[in-house]
């Protein structure tokens, strides 16, 4: 079993990379290293520095290597810089992905597992979120995946495509030697322990969103968690050929309660500053997660907020002493 992940320098696929090869499964990475960062992927992993939906040189990958599963994490993934900049990630995330799916079709490479996203959803008619839930994305970078999600299906009746769909929700955590390190970093627990170690100012967006606090509600998952599914997803694939899951905790957790988990876990108190909302930022997104629970037999092992944010602060520790 060979295991082509293409983003596998970033956050999640450098630790879903960690878990197959934890599970004794081999692995190809490609990453255009944008955003990830070499040292992320063990120096014996085969890795290729390419753009996922370069046809010819993925195409050479697929010759030199016998790839059964694609694990597709490569992606343009900032709901802001998506409505600032469309054309980037329609670029990125339709156009690559199409092209990656063709050279899979060439090669007759018939598994793939997509990430994707809450932010298919948009504004959530009820919550949790589950996977009936009607997908209206209200930001460039949700309607990316969703047409993602849409060209599976139809590669699927088409060509007889096997493949599942994970969208999570907030990503979060780190294992003891991989975590998010990004030179841009947007995501809050990051940003709230650099805060704590004094790195940076910190501010939260919005405080008038219709939320017991005013501030943004999200569920956080650990990535080893998601790593997981991804595991149980290769075997899924024959089974449920066209699954479509929603991964998180099913507890929604404020960003001013973030912020307590990271004071109380560093043991350091700092001030935040109250911004702007931001463009495409829905007030509450919280997963429904019984039927990865149910098809994937998925259990994730790390449901406490204040544990998923000590495995970031370890990791932190760890890299920047
Ligand atoms: N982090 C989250 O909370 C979250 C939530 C929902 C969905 N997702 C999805 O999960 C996936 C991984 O997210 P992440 O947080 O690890 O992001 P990340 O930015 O850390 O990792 C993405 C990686 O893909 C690489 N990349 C981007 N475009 C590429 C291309 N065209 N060719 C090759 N490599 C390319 C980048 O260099 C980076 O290493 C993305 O598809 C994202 O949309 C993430």
Redesign the pocket.
């Known amino acids: 079993m060979q295991v082509l992940v293409?983003?596998g320098?970033?956050?999640?696929?450098s630790i879903t990379v960690e878990k197959l090869i934890e599970n004794s499964i081999d692995v190809v990475v490609?990453?255009?290293?944008?955003?990830?960062r070499r040292e992320a992927v063990q120096p014996e992993i085969p890795f290729y520095q390419?753009?996922?939906?370069d046809r010819a040189k993925m195409q050479s990958i697929f010759i030199d290597h016998k790839i059964d599963v694609v694990m597709h994490?490569?992606?343009?993934?900032l709901v802001g810089e998506s409505v600032e900049n469309p054309a980037l990630y329609f670029q990125?995330n339709v156009i690559?992905t199409q092209n990656l799916l063709d050279t899979m079709r060439k090669f007759n490479c018939q598994r793939f597992i997509l990430?994707?996203?809450?932010a298919t959803f948009g504004e959530p008619e009820y919550s949790p979120i589950d996977e009936k839930h009607p997908q209206n994305p209200i930001n460039p970078y949700g309607l990316t995946?969703l047409i993602n999600e849409q060209t599976l299906a139809w590669y699927h009746r088409a060509y007889g495509l096997m493949y599942n769909v994970f969208r999570?929700f907030?990503?979060a955590g780190a294992t003891e030697t991989h975590g998010e390190i990004?030179e841009i970093e947007t995501?809050i627990i990051p940003l709230a322990i650099g805060a704590a170690e004094g790195n940076h100012l910190f501010t939260l967006y919005g405080n008038d969103y219709p939320t017991s606090d005013g501030t943004c509600v999200r569920d956080y998952v650990h990535v080893a968690d998601l790593a997981d599914a991804h595991i149980r997803g290769i075997g899924n694939l024959e089974l449920n050929p066209d699954g479509c899951y929603n991964l998180g905790n099913g507890d929604g957790f404020s960003n001013l309660q973030v912020v307590e988990a990271v004071k109380k876990v560093t043991g350091m108190d700092f001030d935040f500053a109250y911004g702007p909302r931001r463009d495409g930022d829905p007030a509450i997104l919280v997963a429904g997660s019984e039927k990865a629970k149910t098809e994937l037999e998925w259990n994730p092992q790390f449901f406490d907020l204040e544990k998923i944010v000590e495995s970031a602060y370890l990791f932190y520790k760890k890299t920047n002493t």
Do not use: M, P, Q
């Open positions: 293409t983003g320098a970033g956050y999640i696929g490609v990453d255009n290293l944008s955003i990830g390419y753009n996922c939906g994490f490569a992606a343009s993934a990125n690559e990430s994707s996203s809450a995946k999570y907030n990503a990004r995501h």
